[in-house]
Antibody
């Protein structure tokens, strides 16, 4: 059974960088899947942030592209999210997920990590 | 980007009844539509992909239908564990986009 678990600071200061990691167990990041970040601001819908393939190839949401970077560490079975220049609008629950069907939909998710942007 | 609109925002139904949830896309996504069930504090669960294909382990009371811009998730006989928020997602084009969810309540 594949499991994903997000980890990282729950509080980030405005203008700082949000950094989260996702540890994958029960499966390998070397497999043919896309590894994805999704977020849900309070009271709003889910928003796709971006994805990374085992080769390191990435796709990002154009609305966040200038601030986001996703990386992969296959030796530790982790992938990570960095979001720079954060504001209160980036306060959200952040989920990592595994993309299938060419990365298009998501069959395994983490439970989510709440990140609050506040001074 | 493709905008996904779900209706209603909240649906009140009794256990044993049938629930019908709707999702509309701002442009055609063919059959590239997924549905997720989401309970508070839990990971979202994939229910349906390709508009009508149930994911592994999903009970047969969940069924997806539709194509193009109009989609439906039907739960034929609601069980207590089905009360949750349901999200639709188009998986045709980047950026992948979700609806704002339908809360299914007792």
């Amino acid at each position: 059974q594949v499991q994903l678990q997000e980890s990282g600071p729950g509080l980030v200061k405005p203008s700082g960088t949000l950094s989260l990691s996702c540890t994958v167990s029960g499966g390998s990041l070397r497999n043919t899947h896309w590894w994805t970040w999704v977020r849900q601001p309070p009271g709003r819908g889910l928003e796709w942030i971006g994805e990374i393939y085992q080769s390191g190839y990435t796709n990002y949401n154009p609305s966040l592209k200038s601030r986001v970077a996703i990386s992969i560490d296959k030796s530790n079975n982790q992938f990570s999210l960095n979001l720079s220049s954060v504001t209160a609008a980036d306060t959200a629950v952040y989920y990592c997920a595994r993309g299938v069907g060419g990365g298009n939909y998501f069959d395994y998710w983490g439970q989510g990590a709440l990140v609050t942007v506040s001074s | 980007e493709i905008v996904m609109t779900q209706s209603p925002a909240t649906l009140s139904v009794s256990p044993g009844e049938r629930a019908t949830l709707s999702c509309r896309a701002s442009q055609s996504v063919n059959n590239n539509l997924a549905w997720y069930q989401h309970k508070p504090g839990q990971a979202p669960r994939l229910l349906v992909y390709g508009a009508s294909t149930r994911a592994t382990g999903v009970p047969s009371r969940f069924s997806g239908s539709g194509s193009g811009t109009e989609f439906t998730l039907t739960i034929s006989s609601l069980q207590s564990e089905d009360f949750a928020v349901y999200h639709c997602q188009q998986h045709k084009n980047w950026p992948y986009t979700f609806g704002r969810g339908t809360k299914l309540e007792i």
